[in-house]
């Protein structure tokens, strides 16, 4: 599905092959292709600052897998998966689908790559649309004709948010866009969440610092790593569920949440720069 994309063109229409993009950066730490030069260039920095970086965008993906197998146990059968990045082995919709075939799932991102892309896979799967509209206006999403066609909102659904709140460097902002996708909710529904995190230790915030400088400062532009205190505000008035069997309800290392095997070694210092949680809507 992914292919080869370096060089003028083989560039979709409508990208520009001179800025990066998070979407590609994220997609190359996890093995795609469809990467530039000036991609390959912010990969190299972020690595050559944090050599196991990539940890970071494994973590996050295999969470976002086990969460999405986790609530096909709900039966909900309906996804709005924000910021959902280029297609990867494995996607929302292929997870909870195997589970429920008639499961629905509206993908959004705003990335012309991720839209190309996602709209070439999903071109037979009737249950499953691509949207491109900005996450960081709620209103365009939740009032988006497509999505308000293929998901009701009187009935519960499963909102992911996963590795998206982050992007959005406003302190004050991020949270208020949490709050009104929460609030669009029905009672019942689940949120699917995570988040870089500055762990606050001596060890580990040096490395949270560095990438956060290379996000911040370069021509992506955002990146934050927030508090663990930031984050779960963030979740306000979820019930968590329990990330693990030896912990109480709350937000995890996202490695660390429900892995799927013991692990040989502990985790490295920036995989435990990325949080995660899954809560319930009461
Ligand atoms: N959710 C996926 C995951 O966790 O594997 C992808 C996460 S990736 C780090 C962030 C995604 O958010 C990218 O695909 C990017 O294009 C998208 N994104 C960033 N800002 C956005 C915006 N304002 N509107 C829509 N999508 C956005």
Redesign the pocket.
């Given at each position: 599905m992914a292919t080869h994309a370096t060089s003028p063109s083989q560039v979709p229409v409508g990208v520009d092959p001179t800025r990066p993009?998070?979407?590609r950066v994220?997609g190359g730490f996890l093995g795609g292709k469809d990467v530039y030069d000036v991609d390959r260039q912010i990969m190299a920095k972020i690595s050559a600052a944090v050599p196991e970086a990539v940890d970071i965008a494994r973590g996050?993906?295999g969470f976002?897998n086990r969460a999405c197998r986790f609530l096909t146990q709900t039966n909900i059968p309906q996804f709005l998966?924000c910021?959902?990045?280029?297609p990867t082995a494995e996607n929302t919709h292929q997870i909870v689908q195997r589970h429920n075939d008639e499961a629905r799932v509206v993908y959004?991102?705003?990335?012309p790559v991720?839209l190309a892309h996602g709209r070439a896979l999903l071109e037979d799967n009737v249950r499953v649309r691509m949207v491109g509209?900005?996450?960081?206006e709620p209103r365009q999403v939740l009032e988006n004709e497509i999505v308000r066609s293929v998901l009701d909102f009187s009935e519960p659904l499963v909102l992911?948010q996963?590795?998206?709140l982050h992007?959005v460097t406003d302190d004050t902002k991020a949270p208020a866009i949490m709050r009104e996708y929460v609030d669009a909710l029905p009672s019942g529904s689940y949120v699917v969440f995570?988040h870089f995190v500055d762990p606050e230790t001596p060890e580990l915030t040096p490395i949270a610092k560095r990438i956060e400088h290379i996000l911040v400062n370069g021509p992506i532009g955002a990146g934050r790593f927030r508090t663990r205190d930031e984050i779960a505000a963030m979740l306000a008035g979820l019930e968590l569920v329990a990330p693990n069997a030896q912990d109480p309800p709350g937000l995890s290392v996202c490695d660390a949440w429900w892995p799927d095997g013991p692990r040989l070694g502990g985790l490295s210092g920036a995989a435990q720069c990325i949080i995660g949680g899954v809560g319930r809507k009461p």
């Amino acid at each position: 599905m992914a292919t080869h994309a370096t060089s003028p063109s083989q560039v979709p229409v409508g990208v520009d092959p001179t800025r990066p993009s998070i979407a590609r950066v994220y997609g190359g730490f996890l093995g795609g292709k469809d990467v530039y030069d000036v991609d390959r260039q912010i990969m190299a920095k972020i690595s050559a600052a944090v050599p196991e970086a990539v940890d970071i965008a494994r973590g996050n993906r295999g969470f976002l897998n086990r969460a999405c197998r986790f609530l096909t146990q709900t039966n909900i059968p309906q996804f709005l998966d924000c910021g959902s990045g280029l297609p990867t082995a494995e996607n929302t919709h292929q997870i909870v689908q195997r589970h429920n075939d008639e499961a629905r799932v509206v993908y959004v991102d705003n990335d012309p790559v991720v839209l190309a892309h996602g709209r070439a896979l999903l071109e037979d799967n009737v249950r499953v649309r691509m949207v491109g509209a900005d996450i960081f206006e709620p209103r365009q999403v939740l009032e988006n004709e497509i999505v308000r066609s293929v998901l009701d909102f009187s009935e519960p659904l499963v909102l992911l948010q996963v590795g998206t709140l982050h992007h959005v460097t406003d302190d004050t902002k991020a949270p208020a866009i949490m709050r009104e996708y929460v609030d669009a909710l029905p009672s019942g529904s689940y949120v699917v969440f995570s988040h870089f995190v500055d762990p606050e230790t001596p060890e580990l915030t040096p490395i949270a610092k560095r990438i956060e400088h290379i996000l911040v400062n370069g021509p992506i532009g955002a990146g934050r790593f927030r508090t663990r205190d930031e984050i779960a505000a963030m979740l306000a008035g979820l019930e968590l569920v329990a990330p693990n069997a030896q912990d109480p309800p709350g937000l995890s290392v996202c490695d660390a949440w429900w892995p799927d095997g013991p692990r040989l070694g502990g985790l490295s210092g920036a995989a435990q720069c990325i949080i995660g949680g899954v809560g319930r809507k009461p």
